[in-house]
Every structure is written in C-alpha cells, then in structure tokens.
C-alpha cells in the first residue's frame, strides 16, 4: 500500500510540478516567433504568409511549441473516444457478473486505494479553479485593452500629427489658419492610415465583442460546477448510496464536462501560442530584427502609404521659406558700413537666397544681422542692433518695421521646420508600424492569462479524466461487501 501510495504522490507532484512549469509567466524572447525569414528569402510584400505558417521544416524546428497544443488536443480525443467504449465495457461486465462482491479487507483496502485518488482529483480541482480564474480575468482585460488601446493611441496620433502639419505650414499673421502660397501639402495619406487600421479593427472587435464579455462569466461558471461536481465525489464515496447506478450516471455527466474542459483547454492554448508568437514578432521589430512585421509589414506599409510626398513637400516649404526670407533680407542689407544704401549688415555674408537651404542657416544669418550704427534708429544711437532688439526698440518706425517683417518671415520658416521634425520620422514604415505596436503593451498580459487558462482548463480535463475513473472503480468497491447484511 506505501509503495503505490508513493508512486501515485510522485506521478501526482511530478503533474502539478510540469503545470506550474508550462504556466509560470516568462518574459517574452525573440526567438518566440514564427521564424518566417527562415522560409522567405527577404523583405517584400509579396511574401506569403500562409507558405511559411504551412512550410514543414520551419514546422519540425518549432516543434517544441506545439507539445502542449498536440497533448491537450490528444486529451480531448481520448475522453471523447475511449468513454463510449470503456462504459460499453464495463456495464457489459456488470451484466456478465464479472464484478463479483469480495470480502471485507480487500474491498476496504480498495476504498483506501480510491480515496487517494479522490485527493488527488480534489488537489487538481483547487488548482484548475485557481488558474481558470485568473486566466479569464487576465484575458477578459488584456485583448479589449489592446482594441481600445490601438483606437486611443497611434490612431489619435496620426490624426493629430496631420493637423499639427497643417498648422505649422500655414499662414496665422491674421489670427486664422491660410495656406501658404507656394506649398501644396496633402495629408490625405494620414486618413487613409487611420481609417484603414480604424476600419480593420472596428469589424475585428466588432465580431469579439459579443462573445468576450461571456469568457470571464462562462469560465467561473465552468470553472463552478467542476469545483461542486469534484465535491458532489466525496459525498458519495462517503455515503456509497445507489451503487452502482448513481457512480455510473454520474461518470457519464464527468464525461461531458470533460469533453467541454479539453476542448476549452485546447482552444485557449491555442491563443496562447498566438499571443506568444504575436509578443516575440513584436519584439523582434522593436529589435529591427528579421521577421513578419519587418519582412512583410513594413515593406506593405511602404509601397500602400506613400509618406515620401508629405516629407518632400514639408522639406520644400522649409527651403522656400527659407528662401524667401534671405531674399527679402538681401534687398535690405550689404556689407557696406554705410546706411545711405540699405540699412542692415548682412549676416555670415550672404550674397544669394541660395545660401539660405534650410531653417538652420537662415536663423543663423538673422541671428548674425544687425541694424547699422549710422541708421542712429537702435536704442544706442551709436552702437548696431540686432534684429530682434530693433523690432521692439528702434526709434525710427521704418526701420522697426523692416525688422519686425524679417523676423515675421523667420516665424513662418521656423513653424515649417517644427513641421519637419512632425514629419522626417515618418520617412521610415518602421517608425509607423511602432507607433501601431506601442498599443501593445497588453500583449504579456493575453499571452500569460491564455496560458493560464488553457492550463487550467487542461487541468480540468485531466481531472474528470480522473473522476471517470474512480465512478468506474467506485462503482465496484463501493458495494457491500461480501457477507454484509
């Protein structure tokens, strides 16, 4: 009795101990991936994605990954298959005579062996409750957080970096937002961004929503009547009434929850390897690393959406801007010491607008001009002045004038380069898809709830399994035993 009483233990610590492995939360790696740039040959949005999910070697090297899935769908065969056909079996037996009552010991010796079997199924009860709980907790949470969170955060991004565009290369000096002549920017490809991911994931949550507010209120239902069904088998080992036909209906009703656990066991271990695979893709585009995003996303992102438009002609407002404003400067300024011809002292000594490409230099030559001491229009009549101290203190108004049109022009041109600084990120898909991505953050969170609840639905399959059995063995040693009145 000790020796099988250990190795039962041991079967049973050694169970409980590999689904504590499988559930405990891991950080997510990159090796965790589909492996797909191991089946195409580089990046190209003509890349098949079902070719890779369907190649055999990426298949047979990832093998590891489906152990689980493989093991809880053989479970759920085998208590679909095997119970019709055991129970066929066993109540053939019982018409044969073939479970004969025995004496007194060898059937208390039997029901000693079937009570710790009984523990057994209540301690992995106690765990599948824990673990579906938490699970569907940890699901019910994460996968509408990533919805909600993709809506919320680059979708909102995007539109507001259009309008931010908009407003940094346009025209204000009358209080409302004008174009500007010379600059035809159009932020359509930012809507249609927006509105094709908006519209993908409207239908994709759309079509969950229904069914995601019942996960967690099906799961502690589920989860309940296994709990109450695991007790309901100690009150009847404890008064062994209506044997053998209560252990047999009973055992059929084990068997239908244990088909409904293995099959919820292997749907949500089957989101798990989603969610874990999805969390390592992720990661290995955060990385710049080979995978579905940078070998299939990201060359998609950039032949559908064209942002080389926006950027170029940001990039020509700013040198326009530019431009014009070194231009307007030239017609007021030389290298004469002399205010008889124009007033200014040219700043970095520019002879031509060209000199003035971007943003940069032209703040650099404004910053370096100054109004001429023989003007006597600065504070210090005898001294130069700059540009800005000129527009707010020069005594003669034309002069003051001149200065404040200058730095108007710089206004517009540096508004045009903070438009820029909006818009060069978007030369590259890549910082596109991570800002798609950073809504993300949820992604552990599904993969570990999955997880936990697959293994807790498998758990409980494994424990009606059980239960199954001891109805069956119960059935027998629970009689009376022979010469009992």
């Known amino acids: 009795m000790s020796m099988i009483s250990r190795k039962g233990l041991a079967i049973a610590a050694v169970t409980l101990l590999a689904l504590f492995v499988v559930v405990m939360p891991s950080p997510v790696s990159a090796r965790d ?27 047979k090297a990832q093998w590891r990954y489906y152990v689980f899935p493989a093991i809880s769908a053989l479970l759920f065969l085998v208590i679909l298959i095997t119970f019709p056909i055991v129970f066929l079996c066993v109540c053939c037996c019982r018409c044969c005579s073939c479970c004969k009552r025995r004496d007194a010991h060898v059937t208390a010796n039997s029901r000693c062996f079937l009570w710790m079997w009984i523990a057994y199924a209540i301690l992995w009860c106690c765990g599948m409750g824990i673990l579906v709980i938490y699970g569907a907790q940890l699901v019910a949470i ?52 927006s509105n094709t991911v908006a519209d993908y994931l409207t239908d994709i949550r759309d079509m969950i929503s229904g069914y995601l507010k019942w996960v967690p209120i099906v799961s502690y239902c589920i989860g309940g009547v296994g709990v ?20 047999m209906g009973l ?32 990661e290995l585009q955060y990385n710049r690393e080979p995978g579905v995003l940078q070998w299939f996303l990201v060359p ?10 926006i950027n170029t002609a940001v990039r020509d407002a700013e040198k326009l801007l530019s431009e014009q404003s070194c231009n307007a400067l030239l017609h007021l300024c030389d290298d004469s010491p002399s205010p008889l011809t124009r007033p200014l002292t040219c700043g970095k000594g520019i002879t031509s ?6 943003i940069g230099t032209m703040a650099a030559v404004l910053e370096d001009t100054y109004v001429k001491a023989g003007t006597t229009a600065c504070p210090d009549k005898d001294k ?30 540096s508004n045009a380069s903070i438009a820029v600084s909006y818009a060069r990120p978007l030369l590259e898909c890549n910082f596109v898809v991570d800002r798609l991505l950073s809504a993300m953050d949820s992604c552990n969170d599904l ?9 807790g639905f498998f758990l409980g399959g494994l424990m009606f399994g059980l239960a199954i059995y001891i109805m069956f063995r119960g059935s027998c040693v629970w009689r009376k035993p022979k010469g009992a009145k």
């Not at 195409?40 to 994605?49: E, L």
């Not at 009703?253 to 874990?276: D, E, N, P, Q």
Request: proline fraction near 5%.
């Open 300 to 309: 998609y992102c950039q032949e559908t959406f064209d942002f080389s438009t």
């Open 447 to 455: 993969k570990i709830g999955s997880l936990m609840l697959g293994t």
């Open 33 to 59: 991936s589909l492996e797909c740039e191991k089946v195409w040959t580089g990046p190209s949005s003509t890349n098949d994605v079902f070719a890779c999910l369907s190649d055999v070697n990426r298949i």
């Open 384 to 413: 130069p002045c700059s540009l800005i101290e000129c527009a707010v203190n020069c005594t003669i108004e034309e002069v003051r004038t001149i200065a404040s049109g200058l730095l108007s022009f710089a206004t517009v041109a």
């Open 251 to 282: 055992s059929c009703v084990y068997w239908i929850f244990g088909v409904v656990y293995s099959l919820l066991g292997f749907a949500a271990i089957l989101l798990a390897y989603v969610a874990t695979v999805g969390c390592g893709e992720i």
């Open 228 to 247: 109450v069904l695991m007790f309901l088998m100690i009150f009847l080992a404890c008064c062994r009434c209506c044997v053998p036909c209560l252990p």
């Open 353 to 358: 607008p060209n000199d003035c490409p971007d």
């Open 142 to 193: 994460a996968l509408p957080a990533v919805f909600d969170d993709t809506m919320d955060g680059p979708l909102k991004y995007f539109n507001y970096t259009a309008d931010k565009l908009i407003d940094f290369t346009s025209n204000w000096s009358t209080g409302e937002r004008k174009p500007l002549a010379g600059i035809d920017l159009d932020t359509e490809v930012f809507a249609n961004i």
